[in-house]
């Protein structure tokens, strides 16, 4: 059974900087797709950037230019750098793959606030 542990997360101000680890269980390379989504109080989880094996990533509009999302295969770990944080970013955050296929992991809590 593949285990996600999400970690890095924390009070931040506007306009800081976080970054959040995922650790798989499993080798992640044979994952396929990575993805990392976020859950504010009251909202549905929502995707926030996903990576593919080759290193393609994509991101939603929101976070674009500002969040990188990148991977180690090595260490079976997936990363998201999320930079110009703005109050918005507040959620927790899990990992998963991009269909949603392992069971979800306690996520990490993020808020950004002055």
């Known amino acids: 059974q593949v285990q996600l542990v999400e970690s890095g997360g924390g009070l931040v101000q506007p306009g800081g900087s976080l970054r959040l680890s995922c650790a798989a269980s499993g080798n992640i390379f044979t994952f396929g797709a990575m993805a990392w989504y976020r859950q504010a109080p009251g909202s549905q989880r929502e995707l926030v950037a996903w990576i593919n094996k080759g290193g393609t990533t994509i991101y939603v509009v929101s976070v674009k230019g500002r969040f990188t999302i990148s991977r180690d295969n090595a260490k079976n770990t997936v990363y998201l750098q999320m930079n110009t944080m703005k109050p918005e970013d507040t959620a927790v955050y899990y990992c998963?793959?991009?269909?949603?296929?392992?069971?979800w992991g306690q996520g990490t809590q993020v808020t950004v606030s002055s």
């Open positions: 998963n793959s991009l269909d949603r296929r392992y069971n």
